[in-house]
């Protein structure tokens, strides 16, 4: 029959993805990490394989849901929509096209005998009653909305934040929001090494390269400069009215100074002004420092909905609402304290070498 569902799956080399796209574009809860680019760059810098699940009814795409297959050294591979960042998941013109494509993955991680299949949703916001029930130090999205301009929304701030950004430049720092390559090699310097820092394997150079170049102009670098010298710096993507920002990092010695507050003041009037509607600051811990940081903003708590199907039981793990950890490994503050007594150029060259098999 004409409107009969019809699946398929594709190598996102081989599918056209300007129909993909397209579709992504028109869908209320898409992101910007939902858009090819993304799956592109992930094959050409770390060589994982990108896959769309796609649904048509007669000759009309109603439902799309992205993967990459991560291989590992050892064990099996693992599909998941999508590493290295928060979500994309399933878009779906309804229920039953949405059921359809999770089945099609399921299938997919059977043929290529992975051994599981996540998929990253974003979910209700959290109010805060929700906040009040919830156990433990779960993870959430934080997402404010922008007004129609940078100075409506500078008067929105209140006056503690306003007067640091103030603060910020009366320090004598200065901000760009860029699109050149050359300021993503910027960003990369203080990027890596604060993930140094962090005790964290940094991605790879050619990572941000291949974003910059499947992007293009929707990828934008806020720098925040003391004389020529970066000392903040974050990456941002944009989609139609949605922004957000998946990366941000100064140097430590100079937190002092407030980099931090010029640098998100710098992207957030630059967005607004281009008519973003919708900014998302990324993952946080509940409660702990970097959510207060993007709470100050404006921005609220969202659910973060992380489902598993472990492939060998044929069963859904429980999501895990509002994060995905259950627990830190003894072993993690070790492992982070070495980490921090690399040098720094022993640090980049193996810290990609293990980032690209770690997925969020």
Known sequence: MADELQARVSRVSVYPVEEYDAYVASHPLATPYH???????????YRHTGWLVTVHRGSTLCGVLPLVEIKTPVGRSNLISLPFCDLAGVLADDCDVRHLLLAEAQSLADTNRAGGL????????????????????????????????????????????????RKAEKNGLTSEVRKDLDAVEQFYNVFAWNMRRLGSPVHSRAWFREL???????????????DDQPVGAGILLMAGSKACIPWASTLEKYNRLAPNMLLYWALLSHVCERG?????????????????????????????????????????????????????????????????????????????????????
């Not at 858009?35 to 810098?45: D, F, G, H, N």
């Open 118 to 165: 996540e998929i990253r949703q974003g979910g209700a916001a959290l109010e805060e009653l929700d906040l009040k029930s919830v156990s433990g130090s779960p993870k959430v999205r934080m997402l404010s909305s922008l007004p129609g301009d940078a100075n409506a929304l500078f008067q929105s701030f209140k006056p503690k934040l306003r007067s640091q950004i």
């Open 35 to 45: 858009y090819s680019c993304w799956l592109k760059a992930v094959e050409r810098a």
């Open 212 to 226: 910059k170049q499947a992007y293009g102009d929707q990828m934008l670098v806020g720098l925040v400069f003391l």
């Open 276 to 360: 973003c509607t919708s900014f998302d600051y990324g993952r946080s811990t509940l409660g702990e420092g970097t959510y207060r940081f993007k709470k100050q903003w404006g921005a609220k708590p969202y659910e973060l909905v992380w489902s598993k199907w472990q492939v060998e039981e044929r069963v859904e793990s429980e999501p895990e609402r509002s994060g995905h950890q259950s627990g830190v490994s003894r072993l993690r503050p070790i492992a982070e304290e070495i980490w921090r007594r690399l040098p720094l150029a022993v640090a980049n060259w193996i810290g990609p070498k293990l980032r690209r098999y770690i997925t969020l």
